[in-house]
């Protein structure tokens, strides 16, 4: 099994729709991240937590929202989809100890927002 | 604002050739550089990382290169193979008002010619 699962690995929805992408990670690392990729664009930090009690923004937050159910799992919502949220979304841990914080990235979940 | 960036966005190197991936930053607080590689359809997966006060270090088939007098980074692959072929990343890690920020680049596509 993955260290990181994501699910669904793609969806396709409807603008308006309130969509949840989760993840979840047998790492047993505190840090979990949310990332979004688009072509050319690299990865963008859309939220991160340090640990179950701690959620914060990154980058491109708005139009996201997060959960930190527990440890391992930490899941992205967006409450209203619009058709410039379609991209590859990445959930990813680190355990932070390593000086470069390295991280351990999903498969990715491809949301496409007619 | 600070950005890492990379000279080529393809790259098509023959098979058992070396490859050089190159990386421009523009931070100089960044004290961790870090590549990392992503295969179709997957995550990106963690390859190497050079801290800031060294000037080469290497792994297995691959080295890193650290220029911080042009601000410029590097990967080599050796004697490449047809499963090097893949988006290479490369990022920056930094202390921003006491929380970590990692910068990625764009990419670099990397095709191995058989």
């Known amino acids: 099994d993955a260290d990181v699962t994501q699910t669904p690995r793609n969806r396709i929805t409807k603008t308006g729709k309130r969509i949840m992408l989760e993840c979840s990670q047998t790492k047993g690392h505190d840090r979990m991240y949310w990332y979004r990729q688009d072509p050319g664009l690299g990865l963008r930090l859309i939220y991160y937590s340090f640990d179950v009690k701690d959620i914060n923004k990154g980058e491109i937050s708005d139009g996201y929202s997060v959960s930190r159910q527990a440890q391992a799992k930490f899941s992205l919502s967006l409450e209203s989809a619009i058709p410039n949220q379609t991209a590859l979304y990445f959930c990813?841990?680190?355990?932070?100890?390593?000086?470069?914080?390295?991280?351990?990235f999903g498969a990715g979940s491809r949301l496409t927002v007619l | 604002g600070e950005s890492v960036g990379l000279h080529l966005p393809t790259l098509s190197v023959q098979e058992g050739d070396n490859s050089i991936i190159n990386c421009a930053y523009s931070n100089s607080a960044s004290d961790y550089f870090i590549w990392y590689k992503q295969e179709s359809g997957k995550g990106p997966q963690f390859i190497i990382d050079?801290?800031?006060?060294?000037d080469k270090r290497q792994g297995q088939r691959v080295t890193v290169l650290l220029n911080k007098t042009v601000k410029h980074l590097s990967l080599q692959i050796a004697a490449t193979q047809p499963g090097d072929s893949a988006v290479y990343f490369c990022a920056e890690k930094e202390l921003y008002f006491g929380n970590e920020k990692l910068t990625f680049g764009t990419g670099t596509r990397l095709t191995i010619i058989p």
């Open positions: 050079i801290r800031s006060n060294m």
């Open positions: 990813a841990t680190s355990d932070g100890g390593s000086g470069a914080n390295v991280l351990t």
